[in-house]
Nanobody, 120 residues
Framework: QVHLVESGGGVVVVGGSLRLSCAAS?????????VAWYRQADGGQREMVAA???????NYGDFVEGRFAISKDNANNKVYLQMINLKPSDTAVYSCYIPLWTGSRFIDYWGQGTQVTVSE
């Protein structure tokens, strides 16, 4: 069973910055699996923000435009999302996601999410 807990959300003004954290368990789940940040705005569809593979390959959603950076700390089982130059359109619930390979299929695990609100 994978458990994901996000933190670091809040209210910031346009152009501000936030650093989101995702604490994962059990040990080595971050080291051994891809991890992604997704977001969902009110009334909107869930979209991928950033993803990092077990080997460290990274992908970002097109809207990121160089403003966000995903990183991970394998030793402490954490994944981070550093966000700068935030826009009102970045307002959403941000969630951590791990597709866990069991050997025969993937099982999806999601955190409860953390709210990011960017005000004018």
């Amino acid at each position: 069973q994978v458990h994901l807990v996000e933190s670091g959300g809040g209210v910031v003004v346009v152009g501000g910055s936030l650093r989101l954290s995702c604490a994962a368990s059990p040990n080595n789940v971050v080291r051994d699996n891809a991890v992604a940040w997704y977001r969902q705005a009110d009334g909107g569809q869930r979209e991928m923000v950033a993803a990092i593979t077990s080997g460290g390959d990274i992908n970002y959603g097109d809207f990121v435009e160089g403003r966000f950076a995903i990183s991970k700390d394998n030793a402490n089982n954490k994944v981070y999302l550093q966000m700068i130059n935030l826009k009102p359109s970045d307002t959403a619930v941000y969630s951590c996601y791990i597709p866990l390979w069991t050997g025969s299929r993937f099982i999806d695990y999601w955190g409860q999410g953390t709210q990011v609100t960017v005000s004018e």
